[in-house]
């Protein structure tokens, strides 16, 4: 059984760094893909980040210099890097293992300005 573990949330001020982390159990990250998502209240989860094989990545416009994905295969560990932050990234971050899942069960990020 495949289950990812978020944490490193937690609450920031405008401006601040936060690393999040995602321990991935039963499934090799080598393998697969990995995305960061997050959902705001009362808005969408949308997408942030992901890191492909070896290690391509994408992001969102909205953290395009602020945020980097990474995966460290030896913590079987995927990481998410923000730097920068803004009131408008205040969210649960759920970590994803592209395509079928699972999902992780989430860790909140607020960012006070």
């Known amino acids: 059984q495949v289950q990812l573990v978020e944490s490193g949330g937690g609450l920031v001020q405008a401006g601040g760094s936060l690393k999040l982390s995602c321990v991935v159990s039963g499934s090799t990250i080598s393998f697969n893909a990995f995305a960061w998502y997050r959902q705001a209240p009362g808005k969408q989860r949308e997408f942030v980040a992901n890191i492909g094989r070896p290690s391509s990545t994408n992001y969102a416009d909205s953290v395009k210099g602020r945020f980097t994905i990474s995966r460290d295969n030896a913590k079987n560990t995927v990481y998410l890097q923000m730097h920068n932050l803004k009131p408008d990234d205040t969210a649960v971050y759920y970590c994803?293992?592209?395509?079928?899942?699972?999902w992780g069960q989430g860790t909140q990020v607020t960012v006070s300005s």
């Open positions: 994803f293992r592209a395509t079928s899942g699972p």
